[in-house]
């Protein structure tokens, strides 16, 4: 037993040296997060095509519409691009541009390729593991390219790679929550990550918003049923779906859960609450606030103070409308703020 | 002249090269023996498997090398070979001192050429030579740097053709690299071949970002604190040496910075941080003097800080190299580095000078262009390998065009005898051969003094009987290892 006062007295000579007070650059501040947001949105458009891709093999009799592949390049942000070269949505020319096309500045193999290029901007911020997980994944993602479809295979290879890109955001991420230490470079990467994955999951809700208006709903299972899935697919959500609300998929549901459900990690709300603790943590390290913080906090409650009932009484569209704007409003805040 | 087949079945080339590792018997030198014995009963697939690993490992940890006006190759790994070079002890200690004697004259000259200029009063050395030098700059004269301490970080490169001298063939007093190459080859020995570390005694490399940050810290400018704030200053990631520049950061704990990270006010340096600007003390800085400040120098450069050399002027802020370095390892200042330290030291050079022909001096330019074809001709700024004749293995055309270019503007260029660069054990296709070896260590230099790390960089030329180390000319490297004397000596 130590008892105080007894031999056991705290040294008098220091031998830890009073913390050194962190420094980031701002410039690696920017290049972390704009890293954890290029690996988010590469898993998104992985996850994207894949939900696509299944919807599109459904007979024509179970998806009416359709138009799969223009929704996929519109929640990816891609249809402006995606015409200008091709004209027509044809199924492989989409996934081609959504996948391997070095001509689009949001297909997966440009985030990946931009995720290494600001990783190896900022090598000394990132931890080994880190470095190792991105800088794999771009060897892994040459060699994808370098060996030629073999004919008949594309979709196997497809596959392959979907499956090659979703580990890469685990592994990434894993490496990052399991060795970075916990000063505000990995707060800026946590605050990319979420801001991606808010805008991703605002953007689904935008483009498939009105298959989930509760009129569409018919008396015995609705045909939309093959969208709410896809949906949910694309923000790997369906098992999530089943145990939280132990019922058929309702499209008001699936509203609910990828809006209001703090348990749901792609929610909206789920993704502010991880943004204002970033962005809280981020200005405790420094000791003051500024305008991320209190834009972030005014959105988080805003989610906190809604029920689904609400956002559909007031409108959707424009609820996700709104909701995009300020996401945006909190990213060139967050720029100002530390990022220049 | 017939080779000799060692019991190692390594076949050295007596007589005409110094070999490293096999006497002209054929017969191991002493430092060599365990190595020698282990290489005679190593299986060739325990050799090739472990290159693919090394390969790999090099690959992922991102040890690439980008090779300028190559498009394709904008990431290529330096070739790196698993045969160790060694060097004993007793060998390496008077190496250490030579390295030591000729960094303290290369500081020792910097300031007095920036100052009193004794050395030209004296007329050791020509006054045209250091003030037509393209390298020295007028801006430092009169400006005194902390500890007179110019060149803190030198990279000598240093040959070997016989057992008894070594020779330095340059010095690197401006942004000398490779040493992440010296620290990661080690790394990845250790890992690959631990047996090999079971039988020699190595003496460790891996304290060398310590005495860095020490120097580096010991030359901060009194207006520093306690704490001083050292950076690293790069071109950026486009640059040859980003990888290194990224890993010495890493190592040595401070920030990897670029120009636009940096802003002057009133004559202090600050850093943009996220929590707002910071002020710098020491910047390692691995950006040349042309592009550090384009207010003094170059001013198209968007590479550097504006402001920076008000700042450095105004002594807030310590630059290591310092600014003008260059004027002291010009090839054509080399010539005259046994003069030089004989000057300020009052010593004979204990590492030789290569013999060089300075072309400034007639009767030297017209022996060289007699012999053009015998000799090595260098640019006296040139680095890297551009630019340059090795008259033994250039065409007709290449002696003719070389030689207009020498008559043209003599002083640009010195000439050496074609150096027999000793040989070292090195894995290839088939087995091992010879391969011509250099040797780069890295000279420190702070309030406290100099000091050497004992190893450092030897780079090989991969290909068969070729003598360019360069690794922008495809040249490769080796860990380098100081140990114990031999078997007797363990």
Known sequence: MIRAGSEFEAPTLALVRPARKYTLLSRTGDSLFWLARYMERSDFLARTVEAAQRLAALPQAYNETGSEWDSALESSGAVEAYHAKYGTTEPDSVVDFLTFDPDNPSSIRNCLEAARTNARSVRTALTAEMWDAINGAWLELKSFEQAAPVKGEERERLSRFLEFVKQTSLHFDGAVIRTMLRDPSFWFCRLGLHMERADNTARILDVKYHVLLPDTEQVGGSLDYFQWTAILRAVSAVTAYHWVYRENIKPWLVADLLILRPEMPRSLISCYDNIVRSLDSISQAYGRQGPSQRLSHKTLAQLENSSIEAIFQSGLHEFITTFLEDNNQLGSAITEQYLV | ????????????????????????????????????????????????????????????????????????????????????????????????????????????????????????????????????????????????????????????????????????????????????????????????????????????????????????????????????????????????????????????????????????????????????????????????????????????????????????????????????????????????MPEIIRFYLGEEA?????????????????????????????????????????????????????????????????????????????????????????????????????????????????????????????????????????????
């Not at chain 2, 290839?428 to 890295?442: E, K």
């Not at chain 2, 004992?454 to 495809?474: D, F, H, I, W, Y």
């Open chain 2, 1 to 336: 002249m017939d080779a000799v087949v060692g019991r190692v079945g390594y076949v050295s080339l007596p007589g005409l090269f110094f070999d490293e590792m096999s006497e002209a018997g054929g017969q191991p030198r002493q430092v060599y023996q365990r190595l020698a014995r282990w290489l005679e009963t190593v299986p060739p697939d325990l050799l090739a498997s472990r290159r693919r690993q090394a390969d790999l490992l090099f690959r992922r940890i991102g040890i690439t090398f980008a090779v300028y006006g190559d498009k394709d190759a904008t990431e290529r790994l330096i070739p790196f070979d698993l045969v160790p070079r060694l060097i004993s002890r007793t060998e390496w200690a008077r190496l250490e001192i030579g390295l030591i004697q000729r960094v303290k004259a290369l500081n020792m000259f910097l300031a007095d050429l920036y100052g009193a200029r004794e050395i030209i009063k004296a007329g050791v050395v020509p006054s045209d030579l250091i003030y037509r030098n393209p390298y020295f700059r007028p801006e430092m004269v009169g400006l005194k740097v902390p500890h007179d301490v110019y060149v803190h970080i030198a990279g000598i490169d240093i040959v070997r053709i016989d057992d008894k001298d070594f020779y330095v063939l340059e010095d690197n007093a401006r942004t000398p690299s490779g040493v992440s190459y010296m620290l990661e080859n080690r790394e990845v020995m250790m890992r690959l071949f631990p047996e090999l570390f079971g039988s020699h005694r190595v003496a460790p490399v891996e304290n060398y970002p310590d005495i860095l940050l020490n120097s580096l810290r010991s030359v901060a400018p009194p207006t520093a604190g306690s704490d001083p704030t050292v950076v690293l200053l790069t071109p950026g990631m486009f640059n040859s040496a980003y990888y290194e520049h990224s890993f010495l950061a890493d190592k040595l704990g401070v920030e990897l910075v670029e120009g636009r990270d940096l802003f002057v006010d009133n004559d202090v340096v600050f850093m943009r941080t996220t929590e707002g600007p910071k002020r710098v003390d020491v910047i390692y800085r691995r950006l040349d003097d042309d592009f550090l400040d384009p207010l003094a120098f170059r001013p198209d450069s968007a590479l550097g800080v504006p402001g920076l050399m008000n700042a450095y002027r105004a002594g807030s802020v310590t630059l290591a190299n310092a600014v003008g370095t260059g004027v002291a390892d010009d090839k054509a200042t080399y010539t005259y």
């Open chain 2, 350 to 490: 204990i590492l030789k000078n290569v013999p060089t022909y300075r072309c400034r001096e007639p009767e030297a330019l017209s022996y060289v262009l007699d012999h053009l074809d015998e000799l090595v001709v260098k640019e006296v700024n040139g680095s890297g390998g551009y630019g340059m004749l090795v008259g033994p293995h250039a065409t007709r055309d290449q002696l003719a065009t070389f030689a207009a270019k020498l008559k043209h503007d003599p002083a640009n260029f010195i000439a050496q005898p074609t150096l027999a660069l000793s040989t070292c054990p090195t894995a290839d296709a088939t087995g091992i051969g010879p391969r011509h070896v250099d040797l780069r260590p890295f000279v420190l230099t702070g309030a406290k003094g100099t000091r050497v790390v004992p190893g450092g960089l030897t780079r090989v030329a991969m290909k068969e009987g070729s003598l360019v180390v360069n690794s922008s000319q495809g040249g490769g490297t080796k860990d380098t290892w100081v140990v114990d004397d031999g078997e007797a000596g363990r």
